[in-house]
């Protein structure tokens, strides 16, 4: 079992930047793909960036040139750092971490509020 836990989110002023972090209790240099999904009230999860272990990286339009998706396998952590923060970027944010052998786990959401 795999436990991710997602600290950075808050409230923050349109134009501003925040980076998400997720932590995993393991290493995460084995995963085969990492993502950051994004909920909004009464929606169901939306896929805002995804990243495999080739290197390769996909992003919701809505989010391209804004976000960047990233890691480090030293701290185990998986990032997104977002700028240029808009309103519509309002919800709650998870992570998701895929390993090839043990499944797939999720973070339990930070919220991001942008104020306009």
């Known amino acids: 079992q795999v436990q991710l836990v997602e600290s950075g989110g808050g409230l923050v002023q349109a134009g501003g930047s925040l980076r998400l972090s997720c932590a995993a209790s393991?290493?995460?240099?084995?995963?085969?793909?990492m993502g950051w999904y994004r909920q909004f009230p009464g929606k169901q999860r939306e896929l805002v960036a995804t990243?495999?272990?080739?290197?390769?990286?996909s992003y919701a339009d809505s989010v391209k040139g804004r976000f960047t998706i990233s890691r480090d396998n030293a701290k185990n952590t998986v990032y997104l750092q977002m700028n240029s923060l808009k309103p519509e970027d309002t919800a709650v944010y998870y992570c998701?971490?895929?390993?090839?052998?043990?499944?797939?786990?999720w973070g339990q959401g930070t919220q991001v509020t942008v104020s306009s």
């Open positions: 393991r290493s995460i240099f084995s995963i085969n793909a």
């Open positions: 998701v971490v895929g390993y090839t052998y043990s499944g797939t786990y």
């Open positions: 990243s495999t272990s080739d290197g390769s990286t």
